[in-house]
């Protein structure tokens, strides 16, 4: 089943449009962890619900700031974009991203980082914080933002953003899923490859 598209059309960034897995290593590195492990594996050991998980916050502060040094733009993510934008298609960037670091993490800007990495990239197309850039400070937030956007189409690694309850049903939500898929999206999941097939079709 192909995709047809009629408005503009959204990304996510962190995870989605940035791949950090180029710099975990030497980040896990610094944190005497091994450097094998991925993101997930990490997140699923230091990650806990009673909000006792400051060696994971910590990594997380890392990978978000000093991280973008090696990042690089998702496999896929270029040509996805170049199609997009050839068809006529608005591209958005709405990122769920809070201002800064906990201050016991040096208190970084990440909305400046996040912006200059996106302007130094190799994404062909241009990006302005407040009109088709923007950072949210909360999940409703983010939602909010995609609603007044009016998307005919979004991306995300998240699944809990696609299928928050009050996430626009007239927008298509794309799983992104990097080399593989989800299958409780049905055929709306995948890498960016993925979803410039579905696109061409």
């Known amino acids: 089943m192909n995709i047809e598209l009629e408005g503009g059309c959204g990304f996510d960034l962190d995870n989605t449009l940035i791949d950090y897995t180029p710099s975990l290593p030497r980040i896990l590195e610094v944190f005497g962890l091994d450097p094998k492990m991925s993101r997930e594996q990490i997140r699923g050991l230091y990650q806990k ?24 733009v998702s496999n896929g993510a270029i040509d996805c974009i170049k199609h997009l934008a050839a068809n006529g298609h608005e591209l958005f960037i709405v990122s769920h991203k809070t201002r800064t670091t906990q201050k016991r ?92 097939r579905k696109l061409e079709e």
């Open 105 to 196: 993490f040096g208190g970084v800007n990440l909305h400046s980082l996040a912006k200059a990495w996106i302007s130094n990239s190799e994404i062909p197309y241009q990006f302005e914080l407040g009109r088709n850039l923007f950072f949210c400070e909360t999940l409703d937030e983010k939602i909010t933002t995609i609603r007044r956007l009016g998307m005919s189409l979004f991306v995300d690694d998240l699944a809990k953003v696609l299928k928050h309850p009050d996430f626009p049903i007239s927008t298509i939500g794309w799983h992104f899923v990097p080399e593989g898929t989800d299958p409780t999206f049905h055929e709306n999941s995948g890498d960016f490859v993925e979803l410039l």
């Open 49 to 72: 619900n009673d909000g006792n998980d400051d060696l994971w916050q910590e990594i997380q502060s890392s990978i978000y700031s000093v991280g973008l040094n090696g990042a690089i």
